[in-house]
């Protein structure tokens, strides 16, 4: 099994872990809707990737109560 030989000390312990720290996202605004969205991904809300609709969108998704 691995043993340490000596303590490690809270400080070195905490110098190895200073670059772990999760960065935040870098949302920018989509072009055709305004909407906050990945860079070079496609829009979630409109499906538009470089001003051309790269996915075609429904407006609203019709459930059937009794289906379920």
């Known amino acids: 099994m691995a043993v340490q030989?000596?303590?490690?000390?809270?400080?070195?312990r905490n110098n190895r872990r200073a670059h772990?720290?999760?960065?935040?996202a870098n949302p920018n605004e989509?072009?055709?809707c305004g909407e906050l969205k990945r860079p070079h991904h496609v829009c979630?809300?409109?499906g538009n990737y470089d001003s051309k609709e790269i996915v075609a969108m429904n407006d609203e998704v019709e459930i059937d109560e009794d289906a379920a």
């Open 5 to 12: 030989q000596n303590k490690v000390s809270k400080s070195r």
């Open 20 to 24: 772990d720290a999760l960065v935040a």
């Open 30 to 32: 989509c072009s055709s």
């Open 44 to 46: 979630p809300s409109c």
